[in-house]
RNA sequence: CGGGGUGUAGCGCAGUUGGCUAGCGCGCAGCGUUCGGGACGCUGAGGUCGCAGGUUCAAAUCCUGUCACCCCGACCA
């Protein structure tokens, strides 16, 4: 991608109506646009990170069995009737409006009211299951109050997996196989996540929160430092100093960010929705069901919050807009022509290059630069090729590399990017 | 929903005891010189001062209402 031709551009102020450092950071960048509180517009940049930890959902989510569907935004009332959530919490969370004939619509804020129905339509048997059907789609949530940027929003990207067992020992073991498709997602994403017990609801001891810690989370946990137990403050009988019951180590807190939460729903759904197989004797028996949810715009925003610096987000490789950044320092003829000749060359080669050739003052193509947070960036300028090299390196405070021009691909190769 | 703050050019702001043609920086357009850390000169375009009423000879400025945005709190399957 040419950075000249690029759709949004970097602003060199801070916006005045975001204080949050993901949503400064990625305004700034020109990754996203605020449309209002709590909604934003994706831009190209936005787009390709928000594409890429979607691909990595994807990746984990078929490891673990799960098939891609998807289901409509737009719901109707009856099927929120069916559990009483049109009224308790839906009042309360869901956007809900009249269409024509005084009908009553919802936009989705979860979706165990649509797939129950769904799946239960093509579930018949103990040779159906188990099944595992997931979807990723923008959800609404009416908050009292969006903030943070792409922490708390009322439209937002969501990744939902139900599935769906014979029995409690299925679910189980299925659980804890999402248990770790989830961890091993949030670490190619970047993200340290640590497992933390929550609130089950009425018909489960636990539910499984992903927290990543950091200064600017909103829920505070409950922990042992020796990582053998963690908890939600919100259920969270221990206090901070006790000892772990696990293995005597002093408890402690921090505030984190929830990206992800795992829920044994077991029968609570499939009885609402009277989803019933036939086992191998014939008898009826309840579907036992598990949610599992991943917010991919918020795990973008929490990656800003925590890989950055003071000159701009430091994206991690795998979801990086782009891997290599390209730039030339003063436009000559001569320095053109071999950025062009590498754009060409590493583009036919698969890498996914911005290629800054904007004729802009070398202040302002280094900084947007350090902004912008690609992991690599090659520079070509009169200095470089003084010597037939390009410069080499990852921020602005790493080291630099001289590279020979007729080298680079293969360098590249050799650095495995 | 309670408390606090802010709305003036695309962005960031100044101007508010009522008074001249509403200003500055950035950005944008043109020309020229620059360019390994947000360059400089000259020229130029760009405004319903959030919106609606009201007071007044006169309102960005005062009054009332309203909308939006930010922060804190309540809330968060």
Same mark, same amino acid.
């Given at each position: 991608?040419?950075?000249?031709? !690029?759709?949004?551009?970097?602003?060199?102020?801070?916006?005045?109506?975001? !204080?949050?450092?993901?949503?400064?950071?990625?305004?700034?960048?020109?990754?996203?646009?605020?449309?209002?509180?709590?909604?934003?517009?994706?831009?190209?940049?936005?787009?390709?990170?928000?594409?890429?930890?979607?691909?990595?959902?994807?990746?984990?989510?078929?490891?673990?069995?799960?098939?891609?569907?998807?289901?409509?935004? +737009?719901?109707?009332?009856?099927?929120?009737?069916?559990?009483?959530?049109?009224?308790?919490?839906?009042?309360?969370?869901?956007?809900?409006?009249?269409?024509?004939?005084?009908?009553?619509?919802? !936009?989705?804020?979860?979706?165990?009211?649509?797939?129950?129905?769904?799946?239960?339509?093509?579930?018949?048997?103990?040779?159906?299951?188990?099944?595992?059907?997931?979807?990723?789609?923008?959800?609404?949530?009416?908050?009292?109050?969006?903030?943070?940027?792409?922490?708390?929003?009322?439209?937002?990207?969501?990744?939902? !997996?139900?599935?769906?067992?014979?029995?409690?020992?299925?679910?189980?073991?299925?659980?804890?196989?999402?248990?770790?498709?989830?961890?091993?997602?949030?670490?190619?994403?970047?993200?340290?996540?640590?497992?933390?017990?929550?609130?089950?609801?009425?018909?489960?001891?636990? $539910?499984?929160?992903?927290?990543?810690?950091?200064?600017?989370?909103?829920? +505070?946990?409950?922990?042992?430092?020796?990582?053998?137990?963690?908890?939600?403050?919100?259920?969270?009988?221990?206090?901070?100093?006790?000892?772990?019951?696990?293995?005597? %180590?002093?408890?402690?807190?921090?505030?984190?960010?929830?990206?992800?939460?795992?829920?044994?729903?077991?029968?609570?759904?499939?009885?609402?929705?009277?989803?019933?197989?036939?086992?191998? $004797?014939?008898?009826?028996?309840?579907?036992?069901?598990?949610?599992?949810?991943?917010?991919?715009?918020?795990?973008?925003? $929490?990656?800003?919050?925590?890989?950055?610096?003071?000159?701009?987000?430091?994206?991690?490789?795998?979801? %990086?807009?782009?891997?290599?950044?390209?730039?030339?320092?003063?436009?000559?003829?001569?320095?053109?022509?071999?950025?062009?000749?590498?754009?060409?060359?590493?583009?036919?080669?698969?890498?996914?290059?911005?290629?800054?050739?904007?004729?802009?003052?070398?202040?302002?193509?280094?900084?947007?630069?350090?902004?912008?947070?690609?992991?690599?960036?090659?520079?070509?300028?009169?200095?470089? +090729?003084? %010597?037939?090299?390009?410069?080499?390196?990852?921020?602005? $405070?790493?080291?630099?590399?001289?590279?020979?021009?007729?080298?680079?691909?293969?360098?590249?190769?050799?650095?495995?990017?």
């Amino acid at each position: 991608m040419r950075q000249s031709k !690029l759709f949004g551009k970097t602003i060199k102020e801070a916006p005045k109506d975001e !204080l949050s450092v993901n949503a400064t950071l990625l305004v700034r960048a020109g990754f996203i646009d605020k449309l209002m509180s709590g909604v934003y517009t994706y831009l190209p940049l936005g787009l390709r990170v928000l594409n890429k930890i979607k691909t990595i959902v994807r990746e984990e989510m078929e490891a673990i069995d799960g098939q891609e569907i998807l289901m409509p935004a +737009l719901t109707p009332k009856d099927n929120w009737e069916k559990t009483g959530r049109w009224t308790d919490p839906g009042k309360e969370v869901m956007f809900q409006f009249k269409g024509r004939s005084d009908k009553d619509f919802g !936009l989705g804020w979860t979706h165990e009211e649509i797939v129950t129905p769904l799946v239960k339509k093509f579930v018949k048997s103990y040779k159906d299951l188990p099944v595992a059907v997931y979807q990723i789609q923008d959800k609404f949530r009416n908050e009292p109050r969006a903030k943070s940027g792409l922490l708390r929003g009322l439209e937002f990207c969501m990744k939902d !997996l139900y599935s769906f067992h014979r029995d409690e020992a299925d679910l189980n073991e299925y659980y804890e196989k999402s248990k770790q498709a989830y961890l091993n997602f949030f670490q190619r994403c970047g993200l340290d996540a640590k497992i933390v017990e929550a609130s089950g609801g009425a018909f489960s001891k636990f $539910s499984h929160e992903f927290q990543v810690f950091t200064e600017y989370g909103e829920d +505070l946990v409950r922990y042992c430092p020796k990582e053998d137990f963690a908890q939600n403050v919100e259920i969270c009988e221990l206090k901070v100093g006790d000892k772990c019951p696990n293995c005597g %180590a002093g408890i402690l807190e921090g505030k984190a960010i929830e990206v992800g939460n795992i829920f044994p729903l077991k029968t609570k759904y499939s009885k609402a929705f009277d989803f019933k197989f036939k086992d191998e $004797s014939g008898n009826d028996q309840d579907v036992v069901m598990g949610c599992y949810g991943i917010g991919p715009s918020r795990v973008m925003g $929490s990656v800003v919050e925590i890989h950055h610096d003071d000159k701009g987000i430091v994206w991690p490789e795998s979801i %990086a807009p782009f891997k290599v950044h390209l730039l030339t320092l003063k436009n000559s003829d001569k320095i053109t022509e071999v950025a062009e000749k590498l754009y060409a060359l590493l583009t036919k080669d698969g890498v996914e290059v911005l290629y800054d050739d904007r004729d802009e003052s070398t202040g302002v193509k280094l900084n947007d630069c350090d902004l912008i947070g690609i992991p690599y960036r090659l520079i070509v300028s009169e200095k470089t +090729l003084a %010597a037939d090299s390009v410069e080499f390196k990852k921020r602005s $405070s790493d080291k630099a590399e001289l590279i020979k021009v007729d080298e680079v691909i293969e360098k590249l190769k050799q650095k495995n990017i």
